[in-house]
T-cell receptor
Framework: GAVVSQHPSRVICKSGTSVKIECRSL??????MFWYRQFPKQSLMLMAT?????????EQGVEKDKFLINHASLTLSTLTVTSAHPEDSSFYIC???????????????FGPGTRLTVL | AQTVTQSQPEMSVQEAETVTLSCTYD???????LFWYKQPPSRQMILVIR??????QNATENRFSVNFQKAAKSFSLKISDSQLGDTAMYFC???????????FGAGTRLTVKP
């Protein structure tokens, strides 16, 4: 199956700093990438949908100025948590799909996640 | 809005036995897709099985099969011959035909006991 990577896998930062998380589709080109947030022992909550070359679509309640998403190419999307605070500490997961030329409803492939801890 | 409900927060099963995880969903769409994902302790999301709503035949992948009841909006996962490696969180997920964003249920933590 297709592979999606995330970097870094873990990051610890001080309150007030910004953190960038990268999501890459390694062996396919994805028209769309998604960013999820997962709190301990909870489900995945969709934060935003990222389409290559256009602005991301944010879910209700997600601050677009706090969680900046850039999807510069068909294989890379980045999530920047700006002015991070302890309440932003969470597990962030990206997914990619469908591949270019594929239809909606095709399988999404998930990255391994990034654990963010804000001190 | 689409919602996905998993009513079993935790389940356990003896190794080699069969277990069924429940999932119901609510939607006004006619065309959609349903998924079961597994999240082991590594937290990597792994696709277990996928069902297209317009297909009446239940999807099967080796020891994993689903019971898809479209009228009842039910999509349960059956795991046969459970193995220790099946221990994980299992998430039911829904995707419409209009876009590719996925909505997840709250998850069921499955423990396979030796």
């Amino acid at each position: 199956g297709a592979v999606v990577s995330q970097h870094p896998s873990r990051v610890i930062c001080k309150s007030g700093t910004s953190v960038k998380i990268e999501c890459r589709s390694l062996d396919f080109q994805a028209t769309t990438m998604f960013w999820y947030r997962q709190f301990p022992k909870q489900s995945l909550m969709l934060m935003a949908t990222s389409n290559e070359g256009s602005k991301a679509t944010y879910e209700q309640g997600v601050e677009k100025d706090k969680f900046l998403i850039n999807h510069a190419s068909l294989t890379l999307s980045t999530l920047t948590v700006t002015s991070a605070h302890p309440e932003d500490s969470s597990f962030y997961i990206c997914s990619a799909g469908p591949g270019t030329g594929r239809r909606f409803g095709d399988t999404q492939y998930f990255g391994p996640g990034t654990r963010l801890t804000v001190l | 809005a689409q919602t996905v409900t998993q009513s079993q927060p935790e389940m356990s099963v003896q190794e080699a036995e069969t277990v069924t995880l429940s999932c119901t969903y609510d939607t006004s769409e006619n065309n959609y897709y349903l998924f079961w994902y597994k999240q082991p302790p590594s937290r990597q999301m792994i696709l277990v099985i996928r069902q297209e709503a317009y297909k009446q035949q239940n999807a099967t992948e080796n020891r994993f099969s689903v019971n898809f009841q479209k009228a009842a909006k039910s999509f349960s996962l059956k795991i046969s011959d459970s193995q220790l490696g099946d221990t994980a969180m299992y998430f039911c997920a829904f995707m419409t035909n209009n876009n590719n964003d996925m909505r997840f249920g709250a998850g069921t933590r499955l423990t396979v006991k030796p």
